[in-house]
């Protein structure tokens, strides 16, 4: 009798030859390369180091696009937009000790965001693993230890036949929901030796699917049927895992209201009657998610900016469906079901039963009538200018990628990104550095669109260096800078504080100069040109940069009224 897990593939006659007679000249580093071509990588982006030469040296033994950055964090950035837009998990190559460390800024945005990244880097030689002070160049005690509270799973590899495995399962862990950064670390001597072993080929590393528990969804569904006032909170997971097209089908069937967090804009059409956009940071979206008698919440950990800073206080019954388990009833006491969105939403479409609601659209347009009106009332013209002047001229497929800065959280609130999985930024984190980066990994996974990047000028200088980066690919990016002389919010948030602001003005380039010193267009604008200017810009192949001097204000907080 035969079994389904007795099954073996059995190789063709060319595996077979190819397995006994492999390749001279191969190492360890060829293994690794080979594998991530298995899988399916078509593009890594990375750093070399001295530790890490055997992979590099078996990239030009290989079919895989190489996009070399400047700064290892900003590699990550790369990487992170890249598994953003993809939907793959992006390789990163990365060395030893301080090369490693500094992407750990990055990992930490891919691990708040889900974004599937696959770090790899070297490590001492394999005798001075175990702690011990060898004196070895990059030596830590216990590099993965620096990870492992920072990426969803950690393989260290200790010999060659470990490497396809090992790389093979982070993969997997990459790509299983929720998303995130895995960490793999080979030692040098590793991946510098000779191997005989057989050209690795194609790997199995399916992911596994987070299905959710059918009791839990009948009862939601049920909730869900008989709620007189229902409510619909989207978060990243429903962008994460495609599901806005059965998001919008749901809240159709529901006649619910909508809003989208701040990492899932995108997720529900913004023009749609049931949509209450992103106004999260507004009390009055706030009131109205408190008036729901049922709650659903996809894909959000209802953190501190998904709760208007943990202001929120639900009064109805809360659903809510998250792939992170750790996120699961955090916050607030809730059916929860752990599942991946897509196959959540669709078992709720399955079960749910359709209901009416006249007032719905009614309550929504309300709403946005009167958060209009209490951002009117603030004189805040410029901004909302400036806003809209980007709208206009980003085609409505282009995607931007936006650093911390005060144009973003206004974005976060008030723009239109026209479509799912378009409008990215470190709101997960927090962290600064990430828009432009981000977009050069955006436009690398597709060069036929133009990609937008939005910096603050303090921001801007965390990853100035990878204009050379721009140039050297030749990447579709155009980075909008706004300058304003230092670190914006920070400056408006200890004068509010305080009374003054410290250490927040900064001494900075001409960027223009800047950036045509490196071989890049640069546009110094105004607010009255920039929508000229940047539709140019975009419109033009390959990098370019845009400067806008201005000081902008963010809108007044609800949350301390």
Not at 97 to 117: F, H, I, M, R
Not at 305 to 310: A, E, K, Q
């Amino acid at each position: 009798m035969t079994h389904d897990h007795d099954l073996v593939l059995r190789p063709t006659a060319a595996q077979i030859s190819t397995a006994l007679n492999p390749p001279p000249g191969r190492n360890g580093g060829d293994l690794v390369v080979e594998t991530l071509a298995g899988l399916g990588a078509t593009t890594v982006f990375g750093l070399p180091g001295q530790h890490a030469l055997g992979m590099f040296d078996a990239l030009r033994r290989s079919a895989l696009r190489y996009i070399g950055l400047r700064v290892e964090n900003n590699a990550g950035f790369a990487a992170d937009a890249y598994g953003r837009i993809t939907g793959e998990a992006a390789p990163l190559l990365l060395s030893t000790g301080p090369g490693a460390l500094t992407s750990l800024a990055a990992l930490q945005e891919a691990a708040a965001a889900s974004a599937p990244v696959l770090a790899i880097s070297s490590q001492i030689p394999t005798a001075g693993l175990g702690g011990g002070r060898h004196g070895y160049l990059h030596e830590l005690p216990d590099q993965a230890a620096s990870f492992r509270g920072v990426v969803k799973s950690v393989h260290t590899v200790r010999s060659q036949s470990q490497i396809p495995s090992a790389i093979a399962a982070a993969w997997k862990s990459a790509l299983t929901a929720p998303h995130g950064p895995v960490w793999v670390e080979i030692p040098q001597d590793v991946l510098l030796a000779e191997t005989g072993l057989p050209v690795v080929t194609a790997m199995d590393a399916t992911p596994d699917d987070l299905v959710p528990r059918p009791e839990l969804t009948a009862v939601a569904a049920d909730l869900l049927s008989r709620a007189a006032r229902p409510a619909i909170i989207a978060g990243g997971g429903v962008v994460r895992a495609d599901a806005s097209g059965k998001l919008r089908q749901l809240a159709e069937m529901l006649d619910a209201p909508v809003v989208t967090t701040f990492g899932g804009k995108g997720a529900f059409p913004w023009q749609h009657p049931l949509s209450m956009q992103s106004w999260l940071e507004d009390r009055y979206t706030t009131d109205l998610l408190e008036d729901a008698d049922v709650l659903l919440v996809v894909g959000s950990g209802l953190g501190e900016l998904s709760s208007n800073y943990h202001t929120f206080k639900p009064r109805g019954r809360v659903i809510q469906i998250e792939a992170d388990l750790g996120k699961l009833e955090s916050n607030h006491p809730a059916l929860g079901i752990h599942a991946d969105a897509r196959l959540a939403l669709q078992a709720l479409l399955e079960t749910v039963s359709p209901r009416e609601d006249d007032t719905a659209a009614g309550r929504v347009r309300d709403l946005l009538a009167r958060v209009a009106e209490r951002i009117a009332a603030q004189e805040l013209t410029l901004e909302q200018d400036v806003l809209a002047a980007v709208r206009r001229a980003l085609p409505a497929d282009s995607p931007s990628f936006w650093d911390m800065t005060i144009l973003a959280y206004w974005a976060w609130s008030a723009f239109d990104t026209r479509g799912a999985n378009t409008m990215h930024s470190a709101q997960g984190a927090g962290g600064l550095g990430y828009g432009f980066p981000a977009a050069l990994g955006a436009a690398a996974a597709d060069p036929s669109r133009p990609v937008l990047a939005v910096s603050g000028d303090g921001g801007a200088l965390y990853s100035i260096a990878e204009l050379a980066t721009a140039k050297q690919y030749d990447l579709p990016v155009t980075w909008l800078i706004v300058d304003d002389g230092g670190y914006g919010i920070l400056r408006e948030y200890m004068t509010d504080a305080f009374g003054q602001a410290t250490a927040t003005e900064l001494t900075r380039p001409d960027y223009v100069a800047l950036a045509e010193s490196f071989g890049v267009p640069g546009t110094r604008t105004t607010p009255e040109t920039l929508e000229t200017d940047l539709t140019k810009a975009l419109a033009t192949p390959g990098p370019s940069v845009v400067v806008l001097p201005a000081v902008l204000r963010m809108f007044a907080p609800t949350h301390l009224d």
